[in-house]
Structures are given as structure tokens and as C-alpha cells.
């Protein structure tokens, strides 16, 4: 017999694994479901029935070569045995199966290699389902009662692999839906390939059942059954975070290249979406990343802040259930204020083209104080303004002043906390006016 088994393992060895052969199952009482295995176990197909009971299986031979059966287990191929089969002209059939075992069909050069599980060894029935009183914040545990092993098969090498069973577990949680900006109900589903006693899965973010049903093999002959767990109070958290910072569209401010700040003063409105679970809410200001100097605490889900001072505030969400049991923490937003800076033009052309050059402005950054006042050679206050990004359009009491020579003074303050007193004259160049005056012009 050794000898025997020996010289089949050289024949499988040169086994044509492309070929495809026609094999059908006779009485049985509910449909074979047919499985395609890799191509690395060496299989054709897997098929899993019902029962066995009293059933056979038919191969119609394709040629005149003779047809020989053989039957191996988890030994692999290597140590198949042949079975008798019975020939009714070009049909051979092979009865008295046995499940959970490996076939061959040999005809001339060509085999075909199929396994069978009797899914009678196997049945899934679910008694009941519980949630287990040990939880963390990231797994649910759940205890089944009830029967559902691993169904495994063998490679004509002899490997074990697994048939996925696709037991379904079914509960609630939520999900984050961005058209709608909330957090939204849905079905979740985890499959596993057999029963366990202990079964995990993701903490659901809101109170929920969950329901067993298995498998996917009495689901196909209609047979599926189903247990469900007493209502589950949520524990776990989550949040969505946003944060928007208000642009200015100002034409002299210098911009710096930063996600989020960049020229004080900077407004940002930071917002925080929750999940069922949550209890507590904090949005942190910290100077540095591991939040080890939080200088400002804030409970609100919405909150506004205006950072005015130069430097790297790193801000973030923090959230809790009633218990304290399980936080939230989310991404670290960094908003960067940039060093200050003031630079004043020395001369503009009110009415010489619209548009290029027709007003005096400064080009600023980061300045969160600001007073400029603007003179004529007498001494009169002509213009001013406190916001940075606004100018002066030559004009005073509305009618544009003449050509010449006035002069500006600037008292601000820097969000680094520079100070800044700050002279100069502004040249007045390429006026249209006509019956300028050297005398002073009037309040």
C-alpha cells in the first residue's frame, strides 16, 4: 500500500490544475452550495451539503479513458485511496460518501480535485447572546451560547484552511455623515468565520441590541436563526472637530504661509460634534504639543477665540462619558500668530489711476494696535484712522489736498509685543488739481 500511495503523490505532482470537470450531487435535500477554493490549495471546487444521506455523486467522462476515483482526508493528497465507483455508459457514480473529505477524479491525464463538507457535523444554532460585563472603550464583549465550530478543509497537500462561516453580528452605532454635519444612526455588521464563546466587536457609539444570525449556509436553504442580547447602554465616545478661521481680505496685510493664524489678530471658531456617550467637553489652549500648560479651558461645544499673541497655541477637543471611564482627544489644531512688522510707503498719486497707487496704506502684519495720524507741512491733522488696513486717499474734509509733502505718525503694537513709534513724510506726486493754493488749507 505504501508503495502504491507514493506513486500517486508523483501523479498529482504533474496534476493538470487548470482542468475543469462537471460533477453533480443525486438526493440531496437542499441545494449544494459550491465554493471556489484558491488555486494554491490545489482544489477545483468545494461543495457543502446538507446532508449525506443518501447521496451520490456523478462524473460524465469526456473521453474514453478510463475513470478512476479516489478519496482522501487530512492527510492531503499524497495518501488518497481509490474507491469503487459504478459505470452506466459514460456516467460514473460514486455512492456511500463520506463528508469532510477529499476527492479526485481521474480520467486519462486529467483529475479534477473537489472537497466535501457534510454541513450535518456541522450546524450552527445559536441559543443566546449577552453583552459581557467586562467592556473597554474601543471592544464590546459579547458571550454566545450555542454551536457554530470551525468548519475546516484540506489542501491536496495536506494544509488545513478554514471555510468562512459569515455569522452575521448586528447592532447599532453611529456614524459621522459630513453632508449633514451630525452624527447619524446606522446598521453595522460584523461577520466571523465560525462561534466562539467570546465574540468582539467594535463599541457601539449608542444604545443598541445586538443580534447573532448564522450562517450564511442556512441562510442560502432558508434555515437562518438568529438570538438577540438585552439592550446595551453606550460607553464609548467620539466627536467630530472643525475649526474655521474668519479671512481677511485685506490687500496690504502680508499673509503668512500657516493652516491655520498667521496675521494677529486671528479669529477662530472651533466646534465640536458629540457622540450619544459623551457627558463632559473641554476645549483646551495649550503653549505646548503634550498640553502640560493649558492656559485656557473652555466647556462650550462651540467656542470663538482671538489669538493676538505671537507664537504656536495648540488647541484640542477633550471629551468623557458620565463615568469618566472613556475619553476622547482629538487631532492637535496648531494656530501660528507670526511676528509683527510695519512698512510705510513714501509717496502715492491720489487721481492718477484708478487704482495703482491712489491711496496711502502701510503694509502690516500681525499689528493688534494701531493709531496713525497724518499732517500737513502747518501742522493740521488731515486724516486719520486706528485699523491698519486702511489708508488715506488723499483727500481732506472730501476735497483732495494739494501736492507736497505731509507727514505721518504711527504708534501701534506688534502681536510679538514690539511697540512701535514710527515718522515719516508721504511725497504727494502727479496730482490733477487745478487752483491749488499755497496757503494752508482750512478745517
Same mark, same amino acid.
Given at each position: 500500500?505504501?508503495?502504491?500511495?507514493?506513486?500517486?503523490?508523483?501523479?498529482?505532482?504533474?496534476?493538470?490544475?487548470?482542468?475543469?470537470?462537471?460533477?453533480?450531487?443525486?438526493?440531496?435535500?437542499?441545494?449544494?452550495?459550491?465554493?471556489?477554493?484558491?488555486?494554491?490549495?490545489?482544489?477545483?471546487?468545494?461543495?457543502?451539503?446538507?446532508?449525506?444521506?443518501?447521496?451520490?455523486?456523478?462524473?460524465?467522462? #469526456?473521453?474514453? #479513458?478510463?475513470?478512476?476515483?479516489?478519496?482522501?482526508?487530512?492527510?492531503?493528497?499524497?495518501?488518497?485511496?481509490?474507491?469503487?465507483?459504478?459505470?452506466?455508459?459514460?456516467?460514473?457514480?460514486?455512492?456511500?460518501?463520506?463528508?469532510?473529505?477529499?476527492?479526485?477524479? &481521474?480520467?486519462?491525464?486529467?483529475?479534477?480535485?473537489?472537497?466535501?463538507?457534510?454541513?450535518?457535523?456541522?450546524?450552527?444554532?445559536?441559543?443566546?447572546?449577552?453583552?459581557?460585563?467586562?467592556?473597554?472603550?474601543?471592544?464590546?464583549?459579547?458571550?454566545?451560547?450555542? /454551536?457554530?465550530?470551525?468548519?475546516?478543509?484540506?489542501?491536496?497537500?495536506?494544509?488545513?484552511?478554514?471555510?468562512?462561516?459569515?455569522?452575521?453580528?448586528?447592532?447599532?452605532?453611529?456614524?459621522?455623515?459630513?453632508?449633514?454635519?451630525?452624527?447619524?444612526?446606522?446598521?453595522?455588521?460584523?461577520?466571523?468565520?465560525?462561534?466562539?464563546?467570546?465574540?468582539?466587536?467594535?463599541?457601539?457609539?449608542?444604545?443598541?441590541?445586538?443580534?447573532?444570525?448564522?450562517?450564511?449556509?442556512?441562510?442560502?436553504?432558508?434555515?437562518?436563526?438568529?438570538?438577540?442580547?438585552?439592550?446595551?447602554?453606550?460607553?464609548?465616545?467620539?466627536?467630530?472637530?472643525?475649526?474655521?478661521?474668519?479671512?481677511?481680505?485685506?490687500?496690504?496685510?502680508?499673509?503668512?504661509?500657516?493652516?491655520?493664524?498667521? #496675521?494677529?489678530?486671528? &479669529?477662530?471658531?472651533?466646534?465640536?460634534?458629540?457622540?450619544?456617550?459623551?457627558?463632559?467637553?473641554?476645549?483646551?489652549?495649550?503653549?505646548?504639543?503634550?498640553?502640560?500648560?493649558?492656559?485656557?479651558?473652555?466647556?462650550?461645544?462651540?467656542?470663538?477665540?482671538?489669538?493676538?499673541?505671537?507664537?504656536?497655541?495648540?488647541?484640542?477637543?477633550?471629551?468623557?462619558?458620565?463615568?469618566?471611564?472613556?475619553?476622547?482627544?482629538?487631532?492637535?489644531?496648531?494656530?501660528?500668530?507670526?511676528?509683527?512688522?510695519?512698512?510705510?510707503?513714501?509717496?502715492?498719486?491720489?487721481?492718477?489711476?484708478?487704482?495703482?497707487?491712489?491711496?496711502?496704506?502701510?503694509?502690516?502684519?500681525?499689528?493688534?494696535?494701531?493709531?496713525?495720524?497724518?499732517?500737513?507741512?502747518?501742522?493740521?491733522?488731515?486724516?486719520?484712522?486706528?485699523?491698519?488696513?486702511?489708508?488715506?486717499?488723499?483727500?481732506?474734509?472730501?476735497?483732495?489736498?494739494?501736492?507736497?509733502? /505731509?507727514?505721518?505718525?504711527?504708534?501701534?503694537?506688534?502681536?510679538?509685543?514690539?511697540? /512701535?513709534?514710527?515718522?515719516?513724510?508721504?511725497?504727494?506726486?502727479? /496730482?490733477?488739481?487745478?487752483?491749488?493754493?499755497?496757503?494752508?488749507?482750512?478745517?
Amino acid at each position: 500500500m505504501k508503495r502504491f500511495i507514493f506513486s500517486i503523490v508523483s501523479l498529482f505532482l504533474t496534476a493538470v490544475m487548470g482542468y475543469s470537470a462537471s460533477v453533480s450531487f443525486v438526493g440531496n435535500s437542499k441545494p449544494v452550495i459550491t465554493e471556489k477554493p484558491a488555486t494554491s490549495t490545489g482544489l477545483n471546487d468545494l461543495f457543502v451539503l446538507y446532508n449525506l444521506n443518501g447521496v451520490s455523486v456523478h462524473y460524465k467522462a #469526456s473521453s474514453s #479513458s478510463n475513470v478512476t476515483w479516489y478519496r482522501f482526508s487530512n492527510l492531503g493528497g499524497g495518501y488518497a485511496e481509490v474507491v469503487p465507483s459504478i459505470k452506466q455508459g459514460d456516467v460514473y457514480t460514486l455512492s456511500n460518501l463520506e463528508g469532510d473529505m477529499g476527492y479526485i477524479v &481521474e480520467e486519462g491525464t486529467n483529475r479534477y480535485y473537489f472537497w466535501i463538507v457534510d454541513y450535518s457535523k456541522h450546524y450552527f444554532d445559536i441559543e443566546s447572546v449577552n453583552i459581557s460585563a467586562e467592556q473597554d472603550c474601543d471592544v464590546t464583549a459579547l458571550n454566545s451560547v450555542g /454551536y457554530g465550530d470551525e468548519i475546516k478543509y484540506y489542501t491536496i497537500n495536506g494544509q488545513a484552511k478554514n471555510l468562512d462561516r459569515g455569522i452575521k453580528v448586528v447592532y447599532n452605532t453611529l456614524q459621522w455623515d459630513d453632508n449633514a454635519s451630525i452624527y447619524s444612526q446606522i446598521e453595522a455588521v460584523e461577520e466571523f468565520s465560525h462561534l466562539t464563546e467570546t465574540m468582539r466587536i467594535p463599541a457601539p457609539l449608542c444604545n443598541t441590541d445586538v443580534t447573532i444570525i448564522g450562517d450564511r449556509f442556512l441562510e442560502t436553504w432558508g434555515e437562518a436563526t438568529s438570538a438577540t442580547s438585552q439592550f446595551y447602554t453606550a460607553i464609548a465616545v467620539s466627536a467630530h472637530t472643525a475649526a474655521n478661521q474668519t479671512i481677511r481680505e485685506n490687500d496690504n496685510e502680508k499673509k503668512d504661509e500657516a493652516a491655520l493664524g498667521g #496675521s494677529a489678530p486671528v &479669529e477662530i471658531e472651533f466646534a465640536a460634534v458629540c457622540s450619544d456617550a459623551v457627558v463632559f467637553t473641554e476645549w483646551q489652549f495649550a503653549t505646548d504639543a503634550e498640553f502640560e500648560n493649558i492656559t485656557l479651558r473652555m466647556n462650550e461645544l462651540v467656542v470663538s477665540h482671538v489669538f493676538r499673541e505671537q507664537g504656536t497655541t495648540y488647541v484640542r477637543f477633550v471629551a468623557s462619558n458620565d463615568a469618566g471611564t472613556c475619553d476622547y482627544f482629538s487631532d492637535t489644531y496648531e494656530v501660528f500668530i507670526g511676528t509683527s512688522s510695519i512698512d510705510c510707503p513714501n509717496a502715492f498719486s491720489p487721481e492718477a489711476s484708478e487704482g495703482i497707487n491712489d491711496e496711502w496704506k502701510v503694509s502690516y502684519k500681525s499689528i493688534i494696535s494701531f493709531e496713525c495720524y497724518i499732517f500737513n507741512r502747518w501742522g493740521i491733522k488731515v486724516a486719520e484712522f486706528n485699523d491698519p488696513s486702511q489708508g488715506w486717499d488723499g483727500k481732506h474734509n472730501g476735497k483732495y489736498v494739494p501736492a507736497g509733502v /505731509y507727514y505721518y505718525v504711527i504708534k501701534a503694537e506688534g502681536a510679538d509685543g514690539r511697540h /512701535y513709534d514710527l515718522k515719516g513724510d508721504i511725497n504727494i506726486i502727479k /496730482y490733477k488739481y487745478s487752483g491749488a493754493s499755497s496757503t494752508a488749507p482750512t478745517e
